[in-house]
């Protein structure tokens, strides 16, 4: 065994070059050849040597038996004759022992051996081959000792022979059995040929077998082989093995099939996910892109910060919001930078998120570049791996700049509260204070007092000289009224030129009280009309006042405004410039009103309004058109004069609907006006416009509409807008005034002398005529300035190309003046009262004035 391990490591062994060159097969053969060749020999040897025990065994037990049965025969024949008592009879005993030579010597001549009978005293007493042989060499002192020591049998070996005993108890007799070693292993040279002969045919036959059995298994081993190869080089194809035997090899090729099909699996998830790992990798080097931009562009700072405060790292680029700069803060503590409340703070939330584990919201504010700015943090645990990471606990402290957004809050906050162009406050600051003052006078048995205040024709300044003016005189304005009122009052502004005194804390006495409130009324009143500098200019205004006492029993803060409203209103009403105590009455005035604005409403919606018309007049007393005016039969509450239902129409939105309502009456009755008109005189009708109405940016489209649905040529109409309305209006009026004059529309200035008056927006105005103000003409040939003013104004138009009418004209010495210089138009009750369309239209056949005498 040591033999055949021996050379299968030197077959086997990859140290040999010259056996580590060889192929599998070759191997395998030599290997087989020698496992075989060697097992054979052992085999013979141990075959050979295993007979040649059984023969030495064999021919021993058969020398035995022969020698017990010759003690058994002796046994016998001894028996016998001592049965008859002839045991010691020599004859017997010779008779017996020359018998038994003769049978061992037949027995045992030649090849079988040698037969001695030896007696006690070891003396030879016949041998089958003379005495002769029988000498010292033969028997020697170790074999007849055997004689003296006794026993059943025994087998002694030497180098030459081999020695068999037995002892005759009988007579004391011993036989030896000697054998040579050649003669005892004949038979087994005879049997060496044929095993030789054997053992080659064998050997033979089992090399052959083991080459064809090692190149079946090479072969199946080889094809396994170049499966493995392809494997290796990519080619996932699948092996059939041409074999269906069950064993090692099928298995190998099955399993390197089964390999193959996951490798190529594994090789196409493989290449799947590295085309998935390529396209992954480009879309987070994408992402990677966007939010390094992103974080260089976001407006916060992110800082990490351990438990100690100690800064970490910082991102973002916003700089301009960090205390100190980043190379100064890295590795610092905040404690040691920022100011002891704000670090305090900090460390606090810090503290707070690292304990709960939870994000928390932090509030402070710093002074940076000395500006205050106010900052919000958001605290996060980390619990990410970071190269710098400490044992410490560590936190990502995300800081958003809040400063716009509070700075937002508090103006809004204070834009809720108070006027932005003023200062002053807003209408809601005064409500709470307001029903805070009424609550505490009614715990308190205490009064106060609410002055409402409007500015007097402050639309005229506004619309003369700029909204950027109005607004510096609104300014002014609330200086002033800051200056009346105690530290507890409160002054609002609600809006336009609309302001508000709250009076606080004014006593019990109701009368004294209300002194006070009139007192501070009457100086408000005096302050305000001095003059103002505006610029390089100076204005004056004045206001009109209402107040109002309260607390008053079941009233509210907005009772209290709307008692104050109309007490202003009442002051407006007697002629402005004056203070009005709120009383019982107004309240049914102003409930009138509404009830009128209401009516209103209806009656143009439901047609109730008419027009009359006012002829006017040439020198020659002839009319060559007509003013309309616009007429109300209440149903209920009969002629409602149109001095008190206009301004109502002004202040509730209902002006462009009441205009437009006359211009279509207008327009309805100039048709047949024009169709019953004899006279070629006649030139057509004014209709009034309010700025409101003519403002408006359909206002054209509108007019262009109604022409054509009444079939009205535009030279006959004429429309008039006032002095003020123009101030202000300029470049949107003028344009669209000079459309409507290329259309054929004339237009005449109404009320002309009342306003700023101004000659560059005369000539650059499209306007064809002038009229002068009744006021003026009332006191023509009384007052000089009246004189002055009427004469200038008609030498004015006159020298701009401008046609003048004289409105108001009531007797015949104001027409003698006007005659006298110059005027030639003229409209008022000396010539004619205003007059329904169908008195018109007989006027204007019989072309003469109804003056006013008759």
Request: proline share 2%; hydrophobic share 40%; charged share 25%.
């Amino acid at each position: 065994m040591f033999f055949l391990t021996l050379i299968s490591y030197v077959m086997l062994s990859p140290t040999d070059g010259r056996i580590r060159g060889m192929k599998l097969l070759p191997k395998l053969s030599l290997f087989t050849i020698v496992l075989v060749t060697t097992t054979a020999v052992i085999s013979m040897f141990i075959s050979i040597n295993t007979i040649k025990d059984i023969i030495y065994d064999l021919n021993s037990n058969v020398i035995q038996n022969d020698l017990e049965h010759v003690q058994l025969r002796i046994s016998q024949e001894y028996d016998t004759l001592k049965k008859h008592g002839l045991q010691d009879v020599k004859g017997y005993y010779l008779k017996l022992l020359s018998q038994l030579e003769i049978d061992l010597s037949s027995q045992y001549k030649n090849e079988k051996g040698i037969v001695i009978l030896l007696d006690r005293e070891a003396k030879i007493v016949f041998s089958t081959i003379g005495d002769n042989i029988v000498d010292k060499n033969l028997l020697r002192k170790k074999h007849l000792a055997i004689i003296k020591h006794p026993k059943d049998s025994n087998r002694i070996r030497d180098d030459q022979w081999v020695y068999f005993y037995k002892k005759m108890p009988q007579w004391d007799l011993g036989i030896f059995v000697v054998l040579e070693h050649d003669k005892l292993y004949s038979r087994l040279n005879e049997y060496k040929d044929v095993v030789i002969k054997a053992f080659f045919i064998v050997l033979s036959i089992a090399l052959i077998a083991g080459f064809l059995f090692s190149n079946y298994f090479v072969k199946r081993i080889e094809r396994a082989l170049l499966q493995i190869k392809s494997i290796k080089n990519g080619d996932m194809k699948i092996w059939s093995e041409k074999n269906n035997d069950n064993d090692e090899i099928t298995e190998l090729v099955s399993g390197l099939n089964h390999m193959s099909e996951i490798i190529s699996q594994k090789m196409f998830k493989q290449a799947k996910a590295e085309l998935e790992a390529i396209q992954s990798k480009k879309d987070l080097q994408e992402q990677h892109a966007l939010l390094c931009a992103f974080i260089n562009a976001m407006p916060e700072l992110a800082f990490i910060l351990d438990e100690d405060g100690e800064y970490i790292e910082i991102f973002g680029n916003n700089d301009r919001l960090l205390f100190q700069n980043k190379e100064f803060l890295l590795g610092k503590r905040l404690t040691d930078i920022l100011p002891l409340e704000v670090s305090t703070k900090v460390m606090k939330t810090i503290a707070q998120t690292l304990e709960s584990n939870e994000s928390k919201v932090i509030d402070y504010e710093l002074e940076i570049n000395n500006e205050i700015k106010y900052f919000q943090g958001h605290t996060s645990v980390l619990d990410y791996e970071h190269e710098n990471r400490s044992e410490k606990g560590m936190i990502i402290f995300i800081v958003h700049d809040m400063s716009e957004q509070i700075h937002a809050k508090k103006e809004a906050y204070h834009l809720s509260l108070f006027d932005p162009l003023t200062g002053l406050s807003n209408r809601r600051l005064l409500m709470e204070r307001l029903d805070q003052e009424i609550s505490r006078c009614n715990r308190h048995n205490d009064h106060g007092a609410l002055l409402f205040i409007d500015l007097d024709d402050f639309k005229t300044i506004n619309d003369s000289r700029g909204h950027q003016m109005g607004d510096l005189l609104l300014k002014e304005v609330a200086i002033r009224l800051n200056s009346l009122i105690r530290k507890e009052d409160l002054a609002c502004r609600l809006g336009g030129d609309e302001f508000v005194l709250l009076l606080c804390s004014l006593g019990d006495n109701i009368v004294s009280a209300s002194n006070y409130a009139q007192n501070i009324a009457y100086k408000t009143l005096k302050l305000l009309q001095e003059y103002y500098e505006l610029g390089e200019e100076k204005h004056q205004i004045s206001c009109s006042i209402g107040v109002v006492m309260f607390p008053e029993k079941d009233r509210d803060s907005h009772d209290i405004i709307k008692y104050a409203d109309i007490a202003m209103y009442q002051a407006k009403d007697e002629g402005k410039n004056t203070v009005k105590l709120f009383a019982s009455h107004m309240q049914l005035l102003l409930e009138h009103r509404l009830s009128l604005q209401n009516d209103l409403r209806v009656a143009i919606t439901e047609k109730q309004l008419t027009i009359h018309l006012q002829p006017q007049y040439n020198e020659s007393n002839t009319i060559i058109s007509a003013e309309v005016l616009v007429r109300w039969n209440h149903p209920e509450k009969g002629f409602i004069s149109p001095a008190e239902f206009i301004p109502i129409a002004e202040e509730s939105g209902l002006v462009h609907a009441l205009g437009k309502s006359v211009m279509e009456l207008a327009l309805q009755h100039l048709n047949n006006i024009l169709k019953n008109n004899t006279s070629d005189s006649f030139k057509g009708i004014a209709i009034n416009v309010s700025p409101w109405q003519f403002g408006r940016k359909d206002y054209l489209d509108e007019v262009i509409s109604l022409l054509d649905k009444y079939n009205v040529e535009a030279k006959y109409i004429e429309l008039e807008v006032t002095e003020q309305s123009l101030v202000g209006n300029f470049s949107s009026f003028s344009d669209k005034m000079k459309k409507m004059q290329d259309m054929g529309i004339n237009f005449s200035i109404d009320d002309f002398g009342t306003g700023y008056s101004s000659l560059s927006y005369l000539k650059s105005l499209p306007v064809n005529m002038l009229k002068i103000d009744q006021s003026f003409i009332r006191d023509v040939t009384k007052d000089k300035n009246d004189d002055a003013i009427v004469e200038t104004i008609i030498v004015m138009a006159r020298h701009l190309g401008l046609e003048v009418i004289a409105e108001g004209v009531e007797t015949k010495e104001q027409l003698d003046f006007l005659l006298s210089h110059d005027c030639q138009l003229f409209q008022g009750y000396y010539f004619s009262k205003p007059v329904p369309i169908n008195d018109f239209i007989k006027l204007l056949k019989s072309n003469r004035g109804i003056l006013s005498n008759e």
